[in-house]
């Protein structure tokens, strides 16, 4: 059963609630999943773990590690002519953390809002700190941010970009993909997967962020679940399922 006994929103109470980016797109997403999630203790079924992504994304936090030691520019950051080093801060362990992340306490909602960054470069002339965000694909056809579902993508980054501006830090509107690629073109598996890399940009505008984090607080507050969202396929099963058990 779905159902959660731990990290329930309680109305009237003084004490912070904890709010990650995820649950902050949930409510985007659906109003009334995020309210059956968070208030109502009903957990929105999983999807399967991304387990082929997850070790790309850790292979990819050491490499860039070993450049955030010696301070070097890496090479597929050169390749785009971007002069920029893997940042070194006493936090940034912290920060890359899933469960801890970057954190802040808004206070208007009194949600505490926090998101797991992959990592942040600083840019050698300007120092501004610049969000980069690692994914994970395999595609014959160019990689860009223009499918619809790449928007969550891009509020992703625009998410960091707030939490990180909160902390104090100057951060760039411009933030990077950095996306790995499995070749298909080899001519058999051979116990390894070839990718190539390439860095996508993407200006971000996180004027967004500040009222969706009201509005998310103003919804965990409501006495009553929102509406579904028009033309959710899960309620639309739910609705038909119950239909056809019912007899009604
Ligand atoms: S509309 Fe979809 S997303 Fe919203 S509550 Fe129903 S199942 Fe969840």
């Not at 009237?12 to 980016?21: E, I, V």
């Not at 999943?33 to 968070?38: E, I, K, N, V």
Request: charged share 25%.
């Amino acid at each position: 059963m779905p159902i959660r006994s731990r990290n329930l929103y309680t109305p009237g109470s003084p004490d912070p609630f904890k709010l990650s980016r995820s649950k902050v797109q949930m409510f985007l997403e659906c109003p009334r999943c995020f309210y059956l999630d968070r208030r109502l203790r009903v957990d929105r079924v999983d999807g399967p773990a991304f387990t082929l992504n997850s070790a790309t994304d850790t292979l990819l936090k050491k490499e860039m590690d070993a450049f955030r030691e010696r301070r070097e520019v890496p090479p597929i950051a050169a390749q785009h002519g971007l002069n920029a080093v893997p940042f070194q801060h006493p936090q940034m362990d912290d920060w890359r953390a899933n469960f801890r992340g970057v954190t802040y306490l808004h206070p208007e909602s009194n949600l505490q809002l926090s998101g797991a960054i992959d990592d942040l470069w600083q840019d050698l002339q300007t120092g501004e700190l610049i969000v980069v965000d690692y994914k994970s694909t395999s595609s014959t056809k160019p990689i860009d941010l223009n499918d619809a579902w790449k928007q969550s993508y891009k509020r992703q980054m625009e998410f960091y970009q707030w939490l990180l501006r909160r902390n104090g830090l100057t951060i760039s509107n411009r933030g990077y993909f950095l996306y790995v690629n499995a070749r298909t073109d080899p001519d058999a598996f051979h116990d390894q997967l070839l990718f190539t890399s390439q860095l996508i940009p993407y200006d971000g505008n996180d004027d967004w962020v500040d009222e969706t984090i009201t509005a998310a607080g103003q919804c965990l507050a409501g006495s009553q679940a929102p509406a579904a969202t028009a033309d959710c396929k899960w309620c639309d099963y739910r609705t038909c399922a119950s239909a056809v058990l019912t007899g009604h």
